[in-house]
């Protein structure tokens, strides 16, 4: 048997049109995972779902903004109807709002906070809920960052809410392993995705990226894509509340 296969399992990915979730929807389905994209923009997810089709996986789409954190559970419950409740969950949506923290919005702050960890909060437990019914585990994978043990100036409240994630895992790990469900973060580096293109497209700040990273170079989705199949996979079952770090050595210098 293989310990990295996941036919037969489901995975709902977040921020599936692009980067790093859309590059984890298609290490999973090429797993033998089926799929359900879930993104604000139904056009841009039915795009991404032609991408992904596999002969051994099926691709469900759900437009939906997770910013709405009082509309989750609803939202998530009527798709489990549809789809039956899926076993993997990675929650990749994200966004970040850069600039001096004295120079912020409040607006700026919520909005980020809002998705990268209220909205993670939400649509775990909601997913844990269905599972514990269910009497079945399950895997939870959140996309953390360099920013969940770093920090960088400009970046107050993605490096808050990246590091609400690092603490929410370990804490959702440990009160949900009597259910067999287990919660993982992976912590990227500097990933060449649309959300960095204002960074990589600085000059200085890509020579930056290139010099510090001990691998010398950004990382790509797929960087990240397979070890979210392995935290998926049977390989890593004793493995939970835990961050990964897929930095090309970022953190293991100075």
């Known amino acids: 048997m293989n310990p990295f296969s996941l036919e037969g399992q489901l995975a709902l990915v977040t921020g599936g049109t692009r ?9 999973l389905a090429e797993s033998g995972a089926s799929i359900i994209l879930v993104g604000r923009d139904h056009d841009e997810l039915q795009r991404s779902a032609l991408s992904l089709r596999n002969p051994s996986s099926q691709i469900h789409v ?17 798709l489990c109807e549809k789809t039956g409740s ?36 939400e649509l775990s437990r909601n997913f844990a809920r269905i599972r514990i019914q269910e009497g079945k585990g399950g895997r939870v994978i959140n996309i953390a960052s360099l920013m969940t043990a ?3 100036p400009g970046t107050a409240p993605y ?32 990933i060449d995705t649309d959300l960095n293109k204002p ?20 990382g790509v989705p797929e960087d990240i894509a ?15 509340g835990q961050t ?10 100075f």
């Open 86 to 121: 899926p076993d993997i969950l990675v929650n990749s949506a994200g966004i970040s709002r850069r600039g001096p923290a004295i120079d912020l919005s409040l607006e700026d702050w919520n909005d980020v906070m809002e998705l990268n960890a209220t909205a993670i909060f």
């Open 62 to 78: 759900s437009a939906f903004d997770l910013s709405q954190a009082n509309e989750i559970r609803p939202w998530f419950y009527e």
């Open 159 to 190: 490096t808050a809410s990246k590091g609400a994630v690092g603490q929410l895992t370990k804490v959702l790990a440990i009160e949900w392993a009597k259910h067999g469900i287990l919660v993982n973060s992976i912590g990227p580096g500097y």
């Open 150 to 152: 770093a920090a960088r």
């Open 244 to 253: 990964i770090y897929v930095d090309g050595g970022w953190l293991a210098t």
């Open 199 to 218: 960074l990589i497209d600085d000059v200085d700040f890509d020579s930056w990226v290139k010099t510090r990273c001990p691998l010398g170079r950004w």
């Open 226 to 240: 397979w070890p979210v199949v392995f935290l998926a996979s049977k390989a890593a079952s004793f493995i939970t």
């Open 19 to 27: 980067g790093i979730g859309l590059g984890a929807a298609r290490a």
